[in-house]
């Protein structure tokens, strides 16, 4: 089963699947980020944006918000969450506004989905042309360096009488811009499992990789992975540097 063939089949049980992210925290910090590096506009894009959780949030911050994704059964979901939104089914690869923003997140690892170096450069460079000046690029990112192939999360959720189990973990085999994202669900109810397994292959850098590629068009800092508080990537580690983190990007 390909990627996009499992979000669609269980795009109604994706905000289960995400269910212990803190979808108002990630926003709320981003929010702070923008005040404080942005150009304090209130155009909003979100990019892979799913079935429109991070979208409602920004409109709820104040934000004219939007987004764009792959899979229009997410879209249809979005669209019901924030009606007053506009969403588009595009390739963040290489995607197009009829009104530039000043704000363009990626939450969730997302932008790894690009299909390899080529198409994340081109993700890069769509995003620069549809920033206004100063406008700002936000999104988290892993470190192929650092990936723990053996490590995994794990969460379950109940929905009409049928339990969810959900699990995933990154893996790269040492070399190459190719990691991949598996995921395993099952679905239990009355005592009979459905199960779903899938790997989506997705783009793998460094940072210092992917910073060379922000640099030709963004003023880059690198944060901690904390939507709660602002902290330097690698400032509380003792020289040791995390393999997550927020990249922040100000056009230039």
């Known amino acids: 089963m390909s990627s996009t063939a499992l979000y669609t089949d ?15 925290q990630q926003s709320k910090g981003i929010d702070r980020l923008a005040q404080l590096f942005g150009n304090g506009g209130n155009q909003h894009l979100d990019l892979a944006c799913g079935t429109g959780p991070h979208v409602r949030h920004f409109i709820d911050l104040g934000y004219l918000s939007g987004g764009l994704d792959i899979n229009q059964p997410m ?27 000043d704000l363009i997140t990626c939450f969730l690892y997302s932008i790894h989905y690009s299909a390899g170096i080529q198409a994340l450069e081109a993700c890069i460079a769509s995003a620069h042309r549809a920033l206004n000046a100063g406008g700002l690029f936000c999104f988290n990112s892993v470190d192929k360096h650092k990936i723990n192939n053996k490590a995994s999360v ?19 085999c040492g070399e190459g811009e190719q990691q991949a994202l598996n995921l ?14 899938d790997t989506h292959a997705m783009v793998a ?39 997550n983190a927020l990249f922040v990007c100000t056009k230039i």
Not at 93 to 98: H, I, R, V
Not at 157 to 166: L, P, T, Y
Not at 212 to 232: G, K, S
């Open 10 to 24: 269980l795009s109604c049980y994706y905000d289960l699947m995400c269910c212990d992210i803190d979808y108002q």
């Open 75 to 101: 879209l249809d979901i979005a669209m019901r969450r924030c009606p007053e939104a506009h969403f588009s089914l595009q390739d963040m690869a290489a995607f197009c506004l009829e009104q530039s923003v």
């Open 154 to 172: 794990r969460h379950s959720a109940e929905f009409e009488d049928s339990r969810f189990v959900f699990e995933s973990g990154w893996h790269y």
């Open 184 to 197: 395993s669900i099952a679905k239990t109810r009355d005592e009979v499992t459905e199960q779903w397994q």
């Open 205 to 243: 850098t460094s940072f210092s990789e992917l910073q060379a590629l922000l640099t030709p068009y963004f003023e880059v800092q690198i944060f901690e992975h904390d939507y709660q508080r602002i902290v330097p990537w690698g400032a509380e580690l003792g020289g040791d540097r995390s393999g």
